[in-house]
């Protein structure tokens, strides 16, 4: 049996958790839209900016070479987290939307056709969306999605009868972000691969919570935030299979993803470099692989077990709520508690409990598809991370109960 982890010894860890709002402790549930920032992380990104920063790539003198290491370095680490074979199937990129934003752009523009097809489901994130709805304008391609259950689970019927020689790409969210759906990507991505298709992996909010391995999943892509894993903002990372990359044209032109520039022609360096023009955000990627590091040494697997039976607890305490009901209720779910209340908007529940000193979340979460399925407009969302507690989730409770009353 795994150790257990002590939720409120991570908390103390988190200077952003202490002190008041409102004049009453601060509870914070919105982890699902950016995760605090541990000490480990904050001192790390500190400690280069004061004593060892300098820029990369570019320069023979020590600092120049020090900060080029630290940086791959860091690449190194972001693969580790999700296991990839080699650093250099890691691409920074400015976030998970970026990220999906580089394939549409990149990998879409070259390989889909009018009668091609992207497939999505009806749950993703709309940066898993717009991007393809783009490419798709530009390419003749197609963009559908497959329905979802009443529960909030993607039909696989629906899937596997959408699924068919004209799909190129599959993108699927692996968690999620307004359903809490945990979706079987693994299946899916030999489902993909058995029609010749690519499948693209949003893991913004599975990376946090469990752990990640690229080569067990068998993605072709792979993409997640910094800010979501308790890392900086302005950063995240591609995965990409090696020779997937290495098919794929560049979508930003500048310094660094050249091999050669004449007036007349230009030759590109291969990847990640082809995708990253520019001087690269060297401190947030040095401060997202610490992050990286300290929720491996945390161990993912123990996060994933410790969430699971806080997100048990959570579920049967918000069942106490007079006329509440859950939005999203597979039977694989995790760490995401949308809901909705009989009366109140979820901009209000949102606003009652903020004056409780509690922060959730209210509104479509990037995802109006997911809101129209179940026919609301909005959810109120509690999500949980690492340093929540059961202590956070009586006071939601408590503060839902002050809801109930006023607009019951």
């Known amino acids: 049996m795994l150790p257990q982890l002590d939720p409120e010894a991570i908390r103390a860890q988190f200077p952003g958790l202490q002190g008041l709002a409102h004049g009453k402790p601060f509870v914070y549930l919105d982890s699902a839209a950016t995760a605090q920032k541990p000490l480990r992380v904050i001192e790390r990104m500190d400690r280069f900016l004061r004593h060892e920063y300098g820029t990369v790539h570019r320069g023979l003198y020590e600092r120049s070479v020090q900060s080029t290491q630290l940086y791959e370095e860091a690449r190194a680490g972001v693969a580790r987290f999700i296991n990839a074979p080699s650093e250099r199937d890691i691409v920074f990129t400015m976030g998970c939307t970026d990220a999906i934003n580089l394939v549409a752009w990149s990998w879409g ?15 993703e994130h709309h940066a898993n969306i717009v991007p393809w709805q783009i490419t798709a304008e530009l390419t003749g391609a197609e963009l559908i999605a497959c329905p979802l259950t009443p529960a909030g689970a993607i039909d696989l019927e629906a899937f596997d009868q959408l699924l068919d020689e004209r799909v190129k790409l599959v993108g699927v969210v692996h968690v999620a972000n307004s359903l809490g759906t945990i979706n079987p990507v693994k299946l899916l991505a ?52 090696q020779a997937v990359l290495a098919d794929m044209p560049p979508w930003r032109g500048g310094g660094e993803m050249i091999e050669t520039v004449t007036f007349e022609k230009t030759t590109f360096a291969p990847p990640p470099a082809r995708f990253e023009a520019g001087t690269p955000p060297i401190v947030e990627a040095i401060g997202m692989a610490s992050a990286c590091a300290w929720l491996q040494e945390l161990g993912l697997e123990r996060i994933a077990a410790a969430e699971r039976a806080l997100f048990a607890y959570a579920e049967t305490r918000l069942a106490e709520i007079p006329g509440l009901r859950r939005i999203g209720t597979a039977p694989e779910r995790s760490t995401v508690l949308g809901f909705v209340m009989p009366g109140a908007h979820a901009s209000d529940i949102s606003s009652i409990l903020d004056m409780e000193g509690i922060a959730i979340r209210a509104g479509h979460h990037c995802a109006q598809p997911a809101m129209r399925c179940f026919c609301v407009p909005a959810t109120a969302r509690a999500s949980l991370g690492v340093y929540t507690t059961r202590g956070d989730i009586d006071r939601l409770v408590e503060g839902l109960r002050t809801v109930a009353r006023l607009f019951g």
């Not at 523009?109 to 749950?123: C, E, N, Q, S």
């Open 190 to 241: 030999q489902k993909a691969h058995a029609i010749g298709a690519r499948i693209l992996v949003d893991a913004a909010q599975s990376a946090p919570h469990m752990p990640l391995d690229v080569q067990d999943l068998d993605c072709d892509f792979l993409a997640f935030s910094s800010h979501k894993i308790y890392g900086p903002t302005g950063i995240g990372a591609l995965y990409g299979k």
């Open 109 to 123: 523009r070259k390989h889909l056709r009018r009668g091609d097809r992207v497939l999505v489901t009806a749950m």
